[in-house]
């Protein structure tokens, strides 16, 4: 058989597939909607910069004794690499967000709120890098 035949014969076995288009659509209550809205709108995401060296499960267990909250919030590692924190208290939250950056691991790590209106595409921090002990004869052009 040729390539040509085979992807004819392909073509032919699933032209006529149908993966549930025919069933009636699934409608989430709104009752479930709402839950979901009110339980991530205290959630944090954070994301390691440096995957050689941060990964997920370690950020999970090392941020909530950075923030000082160890036993107040939950943290939920993403099939995508991310990590949710899910806060109590919104105060806890809001004092995570003011004391950024932080780091894990020697590297920083990026975080973002993790609402339902949320696009997680992390704060951007602009860094200054003050170095004192070069002396001005190391300095060439």
């Not at 409608?27 to 944090?44: F, G, S, T």
Request: hydrophobic content about 40%; aromatic content about 10%.
């Amino acid at each position: 058989m040729t390539s040509m035949e085979s992807q004819k014969a392909i073509w032919e076995d699933l032209k006529d597939l149908q993966l549930g288009s025919d069933q009636e659509l699934w409608v989430v209550h709104a009752d479930a909607q709402q839950n979901y809205i009110r339980d991530h709108k205290l959630c944090l995401v954070a994301k390691g910069l440096n995957s050689d060296h941060q990964n997920p499960a370690g950020i999970k267990r090392a941020m909530p004794g950075k923030w000082g909250l160890i036993g107040k919030i939950e943290g939920q590692v993403t099939d995508d690499g991310l990590v949710k924190f899910y806060f109590q208290k919104e105060y806890h939250l809001l004092t995570v967000m003011d004391k950024a950056p932080y780091e894990y691991r020697g590297w920083m790590v990026a975080i973002d709120l993790g609402g339902i209106e949320a696009n997680q595409t992390f704060f951007v921090l602009s860094l200054f890098v003050s170095i004192s002990t070069i002396s001005l004869g190391t300095i060439k052009d």
